[in-house]
Nanobody
Framework: QVQLQESGPGLVKPSQTLSLTCTVS??????????WSWIRQPPGKGLEWVGR???????YCAPSLKSRTSISRDTSKNQFSLQLRSVTPEDTAVYYC??????????WGQGTQVTVSP
Protein backbone atom coordinates (compact mmCIF):
# COMPACT_ATOMS: atom_id res chain seq x y z
CA GLN A 1 0.00 0.00 0.00
CA VAL A 2 1.50 3.29 -1.10
CA GLN A 3 1.16 6.15 1.35
CA LEU A 4 1.97 9.82 0.85
CA GLN A 5 2.30 12.44 3.55
CA GLU A 6 2.68 16.17 3.01
CA SER A 7 4.66 18.29 5.46
CA GLY A 8 5.54 21.94 5.72
CA PRO A 9 4.45 25.19 7.32
CA GLY A 10 0.79 26.03 7.35
CA LEU A 11 1.30 29.78 7.25
CA VAL A 12 3.49 31.71 4.84
CA LYS A 13 3.84 35.47 4.53
CA PRO A 14 3.27 37.22 1.22
CA SER A 15 6.37 37.43 -1.02
CA GLN A 16 8.01 34.52 0.80
CA THR A 17 8.58 30.98 -0.45
CA LEU A 18 6.18 28.13 0.22
CA SER A 19 8.06 24.87 0.74
CA LEU A 20 6.36 21.50 1.06
CA THR A 21 7.70 17.96 1.13
CA CYS A 22 5.89 14.74 0.34
CA THR A 23 7.22 11.58 1.97
CA VAL A 24 6.33 8.38 0.16
CA SER A 25 6.19 4.95 1.75
CA UNK A 26 5.23 1.56 0.35
CA UNK A 27 6.72 2.31 -3.06
CA UNK A 28 9.71 3.99 -4.63
CA UNK A 29 9.51 7.33 -6.42
CA UNK A 30 11.93 5.93 -8.99
CA UNK A 31 9.65 3.07 -10.03
CA UNK A 32 9.17 3.17 -13.78
CA UNK A 33 5.73 4.21 -14.94
CA UNK A 34 4.77 6.63 -12.22
CA UNK A 35 5.06 10.35 -11.73
CA TRP A 36 4.63 12.27 -8.51
CA SER A 37 2.49 15.35 -8.55
CA TRP A 38 1.51 18.36 -6.53
CA ILE A 39 -2.11 19.46 -6.78
CA ARG A 40 -3.84 22.25 -4.91
CA GLN A 41 -7.38 23.35 -4.18
CA PRO A 42 -8.02 26.99 -3.30
CA PRO A 43 -11.02 27.69 -1.09
CA GLY A 44 -14.25 27.40 -3.03
CA LYS A 45 -12.48 26.32 -6.22
CA GLY A 46 -11.59 23.14 -8.03
CA LEU A 47 -8.40 21.14 -8.10
CA GLU A 48 -5.42 22.69 -9.86
CA TRP A 49 -2.40 20.72 -10.99
CA VAL A 50 0.79 22.46 -9.87
CA GLY A 51 3.50 20.19 -11.24
CA ARG A 52 5.15 16.80 -11.25
CA UNK A 53 8.46 14.98 -11.08
CA UNK A 54 8.79 11.86 -13.19
CA UNK A 55 10.31 8.49 -12.40
CA UNK A 56 13.54 9.55 -14.10
CA UNK A 57 13.74 12.87 -12.28
CA UNK A 58 12.39 15.32 -14.83
CA UNK A 59 10.08 18.02 -13.49
CA TYR A 60 7.22 19.86 -15.15
CA CYS A 61 5.11 22.74 -13.83
CA ALA A 62 1.82 24.31 -14.75
CA PRO A 63 2.41 27.15 -17.24
CA SER A 64 0.67 29.67 -15.00
CA LEU A 65 3.01 28.83 -12.12
CA LYS A 66 6.16 27.86 -13.96
CA SER A 67 8.04 31.08 -13.31
CA ARG A 68 7.62 30.70 -9.54
CA THR A 69 7.71 26.92 -9.07
CA SER A 70 10.40 24.32 -8.53
CA ILE A 71 9.80 20.62 -7.98
CA SER A 72 12.61 18.35 -6.88
CA ARG A 73 13.16 14.95 -5.36
CA ASP A 74 15.44 13.21 -2.87
CA THR A 75 15.64 9.56 -3.82
CA SER A 76 17.63 8.67 -0.71
CA LYS A 77 14.67 9.77 1.43
CA ASN A 78 11.97 8.78 -1.06
CA GLN A 79 10.63 12.32 -0.96
CA PHE A 80 9.69 14.98 -3.45
CA SER A 81 9.28 18.66 -2.77
CA LEU A 82 7.56 21.80 -3.96
CA GLN A 83 8.86 25.33 -3.74
CA LEU A 84 6.55 28.17 -4.76
CA ARG A 85 8.22 31.57 -4.67
CA SER A 86 6.79 35.05 -4.19
CA VAL A 87 3.50 33.79 -2.84
CA THR A 88 0.36 35.91 -2.63
CA PRO A 89 -2.94 35.28 -0.83
CA GLU A 90 -4.16 33.69 -4.10
CA ASP A 91 -1.79 30.80 -3.36
CA THR A 92 -3.79 29.92 -0.26
CA ALA A 93 -5.04 26.38 -0.76
CA VAL A 94 -5.02 22.82 0.43
CA TYR A 95 -1.96 21.26 -1.18
CA TYR A 96 -1.96 17.57 -2.03
CA CYS A 97 0.73 15.24 -3.27
CA UNK A 98 -0.32 12.29 -5.37
CA UNK A 99 1.01 9.42 -7.42
CA UNK A 100 0.18 9.76 -11.08
CA UNK A 101 -0.27 6.94 -13.54
CA UNK A 102 -0.98 7.39 -17.23
CA UNK A 103 -4.65 7.00 -16.40
CA UNK A 104 -5.20 8.89 -13.20
CA UNK A 105 -3.99 9.71 -9.72
CA UNK A 106 -4.22 6.51 -7.72
CA UNK A 107 -2.79 7.48 -4.34
CA TRP A 108 -3.13 10.81 -2.55
CA GLY A 109 -1.82 12.38 0.59
CA GLN A 110 -4.34 13.71 3.07
CA GLY A 111 -3.58 17.29 2.07
CA THR A 112 -2.13 20.18 4.00
CA GLN A 113 -3.65 23.64 4.38
CA VAL A 114 -1.34 26.48 3.46
CA THR A 115 -2.47 30.02 4.16
CA VAL A 116 -0.68 33.05 2.79
CA SER A 117 -1.21 35.94 5.15
CA PRO A 118 0.86 38.71 6.76
Amino acid sequence: QVQLQESGPGLVKPSQTLSLTCTVSGGSITTTGYAWSWIRQPPGKGLEWVGRVTDDGNSYCAPSLKSRTSISRDTSKNQFSLQLRSVTPEDTAVYYCARETWLSYDYWGQGTQVTVSP
